[in-house]
């Protein structure tokens, strides 16, 4: 079961996927966890969260963004302009950060110049970065131009009924993945943080029923587990966009085991539920804007910190790793206050700066987390 999870998230077009587009139907891609997948998903078609996976060089994404920014839009659109996410059918950009905006015109221009297809059908969805009364208003009805953009292009129609059970359908995701987050606490921890890491990445890539059926037998099957990885040091992970479970995999070849993390590609994506009662739009609008656990909200550094600290205490972890893709700004300065914070209580912490991905320095990850382990043991 674990190994259908790696293979999703190993694969950019999974069979997953292949079955869907045989099928007819259409997939759509998006560049960040504040982009609402429901409404995607209540319109018949398939969220697919872009991923830089698979990248072997930026040789075609360094023409376009430059040397001196993140690696992670910059390996997305490498397989972009090499046609590997030519399957999508339509892409939903988003100001996540100023690298992921930029990755919009970027992508652009390199199909313009031959480098892979830009999908057919694009939109730009604004998310606000403070939260107010009058932002929550104004993102309302940025959502409700989405949901007509969707409606015009693919000739559907998309309605309050559908919205309210794509949410009671993703949400039945977050409740499973909290148990798994459960299970991960305990003092015999029955999954590393590789395998957990792939099983939580496989949502953003499949039709979620199908996902739903799958976490449910697994889960089944860990809570009769009696192996555990008992003996290793209990790491939280924090800081950029990860989602390469190899990079875990070589963390815990050290000694220790995963047991947590507060990362756009974990934990935060299904920590909080949408409301189910009253008006969808709102409720979504709610759920994806006054979640404060993204450095690009601004002024919640303070919530932030204490989501950390919950995570600490409720995993149990001995330590916390804090990681953070070169030139990423937001989460380079904030994992400074984390680092500073946390080992003021007493929490000890490594901070890595790296490469996104296919592109990580593996040797010197290895190498520092290593000595780290060490250090916690002695």
Same mark, same amino acid.
């Given at each position: 079961?674990?190994?259908?999870?790696?293979?999703?998230?190993?694969?950019? @077009?999974?069979?997953?996927?292949?079955?869907?587009k045989?099928?007819?139907?259409?997939? !759509?891609?998006?560049?960040? +966890?504040?982009?609402?997948?429901?409404?995607?998903?209540a319109?018949g078609?398939?969220?697919?969260?872009?991923?830089?996976?698979?990248?072997?060089?930026?040789?075609?994404?360094?023409t376009y963004?430059?040397?001196?920014?993140?690696?992670?839009?910059?390996?997305?659109?490498?397989?972009?302009?090499?046609?590997?996410?030519?399957?999508? *059918?339509g892409?939903?950009?988003?100001p996540?950060?100023?690298?992921?905006?930029?990755?919009?015109?970027?992508?652009?221009?390199?199909?313009?110049?031959?480098? +892979?297809? @830009?999908? /057919?059908y694009?939109?730009?969805?604004?998310?606000?970065?403070?939260?107010?009364d009058?932002s929550?208003?104004? @993102?309302?009805?940025?959502?409700?131009?989405? !949901?007509?953009?969707?409606?015009?292009?693919?000739?559907?129609?998309?309605?309050?009924?559908?919205?309210?059970?794509?949410?009671?359908?993703?949400?039945?995701?977050?409740?499973?993945?909290?148990?798994?987050?459960d299970?991960?606490?305990?003092?015999?921890?029955?999954?590393?943080? /590789?395998?957990?890491?792939?099983?939580?990445?496989?949502?953003?890539?499949?039709?979620?029923?199908?996902?739903?059926?799958?976490?449910?037998?697994?889960?089944?099957?860990?809570?009769?587990?009696k192996?555990?990885?008992?003996?290793?040091?209990?790491?939280?992970?924090?800081?950029?966009?990860?989602? *390469?479970?190899?990079?875990?995999?070589?963390?815990?070849?050290?000694?220790g085991?995963?047991?947590? *993390?507060t990362?756009?590609?974990?934990?935060?994506?299904?920590?909080?539920?949408?409301?189910?009662?009253?008006?969808?739009?709102?409720?979504?609008a709610?759920?994806?804007?006054?979640?404060?656990?993204?450095?690009?909200?601004?002024?919640?550094?303070?919530?932030?910190?204490?989501?950390?600290?919950?995570?600490?205490?409720?995993?149990?972890?001995?330590?916390?790793?804090?990681?953070?893709?070169? @030139?990423?700004?937001?989460?380079?300065?904030?994992n400074?206050?984390?680092?500073?914070?946390?080992?003021?209580?007493?929490?000890?912490c490594?901070?890595?700066?790296?490469?996104?991905?296919?592109?990580?320095?593996?040797?010197?990850?290895?190498?520092?987390?290593?000595?780290?382990?060490?250090?916690?043991?002695?």
């Open positions: 079961m674990l190994n259908e999870f790696h293979k999703i998230n190993k694969e950019l @077009f999974n069979e997953h996927v292949k079955q869907w045989d099928a007819g139907k259409k997939v !759509i891609g998006y560049n960040c +966890g504040h982009v609402p997948e429901e409404v995607i998903a319109a078609l398939l969220p697919y969260r872009m991923r830089g996976i698979g990248a072997d060089s930026t040789s075609i994404a360094d963004f430059g040397p001196v920014i993140c690696s992670y839009p910059k390996c997305i659109l490498q397989l972009a302009g090499e046609g590997k996410y030519n399957f999508l *059918d892409m939903i950009f988003s996540g950060c100023d690298s992921i905006r930029r990755l919009d015109d970027c992508w652009r221009k390199a199909a313009e110049e031959s480098h +892979g297809v @830009f999908p /057919a694009r939109f730009y969805l604004g998310i606000p970065h403070k939260v107010t009058y929550l208003d104004w @993102f309302v009805s940025e959502i409700r131009r989405f !949901i007509d953009s969707l409606s015009e292009h693919f000739g559907i129609t998309i309605s309050d009924k559908a919205l309210r059970q794509s949410i009671k359908e993703y949400n039945h995701s977050r409740t499973l993945l909290k148990k798994l987050d299970l991960r606490f305990q003092d015999t921890v029955p999954i590393s943080g /590789a395998d957990a890491t792939a099983v939580i990445i496989s949502a953003n890539a499949m039709p979620r029923d199908a996902y739903n059926a799958i976490l449910e037998k697994l889960l089944s099957k860990l809570q009769k587990s192996n555990g990885l008992n003996g290793k040091k209990r790491l939280l992970l924090g800081g950029s966009a990860h989602d *390469d479970s190899d990079i875990l995999a070589l963390i815990e070849s050290s000694g085991v995963i047991v947590g *993390d990362l756009c590609f974990g934990s935060r994506s299904y920590v909080d539920l949408i409301e189910e009662d009253g008006d969808p739009v709102i409720a979504i709610k759920r994806y804007l006054t979640r404060k656990l993204c450095p690009r909200v601004f002024g919640s550094y303070k919530e932030r910190m204490a989501y950390m600290r919950e995570r600490v205490r409720e995993a149990k972890a001995d330590a916390v790793i804090l990681q953070n893709i070169r @030139f990423c700004d937001m989460h380079g300065a904030e400074s206050l984390y680092e500073r914070d946390l080992e003021a209580m007493g929490i000890p490594l901070k890595i700066e790296r490469e996104y991905g296919p592109m990580a320095e593996e040797g010197r990850i290895k190498m520092r987390v290593d000595a780290f382990i060490e250090n916690l043991r002695a």
